[in-house]
C-alpha cells in the first residue's frame, strides 16, 4: 500500500489543523494506522494510532486531549486532528500502515509499521 500524508502548513500557537493520510493501491481497512513525528534534531516519536475497525485508539501523552486520530474505511484516508498546537508539536509528521491482522489492535512501536507516508511539515510558530 501506498501512503501520502497531507494537510501540514504553518500555524499559530493554540491553533488547529487537520493531516490526511491516503492510501492508494490497497485497502486502507486491513491495516492500523499510526502517526509518529520528528522535530529537527531529535529522533522519530510515536504520536497516534488507531486499529482496523476504529475500535481502539492510542496517543502520546504530550498529545492526548489535544489529538485526535480518526479514519474513514470507506474513503481509504485516516485523519489526524490537531488542536491547541504548541511550538514543541513543530516536526513533519508522517502516517504508517501496520499490517496488524486483527481489528481491534493499533500498535505503538514504530518497526511494527511496514509501510510509510512521505511526511508532511508542521510548524506551530507566531
Known amino acids: 500500500v501506498q501512503l501520502q500524508a497531507s494537510g501540514g502548513g504553518l500555524v499559530q500557537p493554540g491553533g488547529s489543523l487537520r493531516l490526511s493520510c491516503l492510501a492508494l493501491g490497497e485497502t486502507l481497512s486491513n491495516y492500523a494506522i499510526g502517526w509518529f513525528r520528528q522535530a529537527p534534531g531529535k529522533e522519530r516519536e510515536f504520536v497516534a494510532a488507531?486499529?482496523?475497525?476504529?475500535?481502539?485508539?492510542i496517543y502520546a501523552m504530550s498529545v492526548k486531549g489535544r489529538f485526535t486520530i480518526s479514519r474513514d474505511n470507506a474513503k481509504n484516508t485516516a485523519y489526524l486532528q490537531m488542536d491547541s498546537l504548541k511550538p514543541e508539536d513543530t516536526a513533519v509528521y508522517y502516517c504508517?500502515?501496520?499490517?496488524?491482522?486483527?481489528?481491534?489492535?493499533?500498535?505503538?512501536?514504530?518497526?511494527?509499521?511496514?509501510?510509510w507516508g512521505q511526511g508532511t511539515l508542521v510548524t506551530v510558530s507566531s
Open positions: 488507531i486499529s482496523p475497525n476504529s475500535g481502539y485508539t
Open positions: 504508517a500502515a501496520d499490517p496488524v491482522g486483527i481489528p481491534q489492535v493499533a500498535r505503538r512501536v514504530s518497526g511494527e509499521y511496514d509501510f
